[in-house]
């Protein structure tokens, strides 16, 4: 079989490059509004809080039964919870190690406030602004609508790229239909609270760290 060219990795940042998870069980277990409820609870009890969809594959706070609009809008609009996201082990290697090897990188984050989203990102990834570009996308109504699809298309304009030539790492399934609509090539992050793809889409790879997304760019793809 032979092998993808790829030239360019979009990175989705919430369960990609930073761990969201971290921030919504800081969030639930610390609010002032939320912790009455939730200060007992245990890693391993954030599905159960925040119950997953086959649309999303993951966490999201929007997906409480009960709560989750105001609890989205109380997390987003409080910056000691909304910035309290490290990265993953072996991000910022890994972008150095891939820019060396001549890969365009790019951020694909969507989020409801992009001035924000963007000052936390340029805070996090500052010791690799050189090899990454920056890109925010801002939601529409929906956290599963056509924002990211369009955002794509947008940043293949702009920046001259061709989208068979694109790889976007993301951890969400509708996202992974965003990939394939603007003709680039879909790869899942997988961390231990994410559902598994839906049967039409089992083709797609799947990987569990950023070290694993490298060995399998390495070994199936060429940049040149």
């Not at 939601?139 to 990211?148: I, N, Q, R, S």
């Not at 702009?158 to 003709?183: F, M, P, S």
């Not at 990987?207 to 694993?212: G, I, N, R, T």
């Amino acid at each position: 079989m032979s092998k993808l060219t790829i030239k360019n990795i979009f990175w989705d940042v919430d369960g990609v490059l930073a761990n969201l998870n971290y921030a919504y069980f800081n969030f639930l277990t610390k609010h002032p509004k939320y912790a009455s409820l939730y200060r007992t609870i245990k890693w391993t009890d954030l599905p159960n809080v925040l119950p997953m969809d086959e649309k999303y594959g993951a966490l999201d706070l929007k997906n409480h039964p009960t709560m989750g609009d105001q609890m989205d809008k109380d997390f987003c609009n409080n910056p000691s919870f909304f910035n309290n996201r490290p990265l993953y082990e072996g991000v910022i290697e890994t972008i150095k190690e891939l820019n060396k090897l001549g890969y365009r990188q790019f951020t694909m984050s969507a989020t409801y406030n992009v001035d924000a989203k963007k000052r936390l990102l340029n805070f996090l990834l500052s010791e690799v602004a050189d090899c990454i570009t920056i890109e925010c996308v801002q939601h529409g109504e929906f956290m599963h609508d056509t924002a990211k699809e369009d955002a794509l298309n947008k940043c293949f304009k702009k920046y001259n790229l061709k989208a068979e030539e694109t790889v976007l790492v993301d951890d969400r399934v509708y996202n992974q239909y965003a990939a394939i609509n603007v003709g680039a090539h879909p790869v899942r992050m997988r961390c231990e609270f994410t559902t598994d793809l839906p049967d039409k889409l089992k083709w797609i790879p799947e990987v569990e760290s950023v070290y694993d997304f490298k060995k399998w760019l390495l070994i199936n793809t060429k940049i040149k």
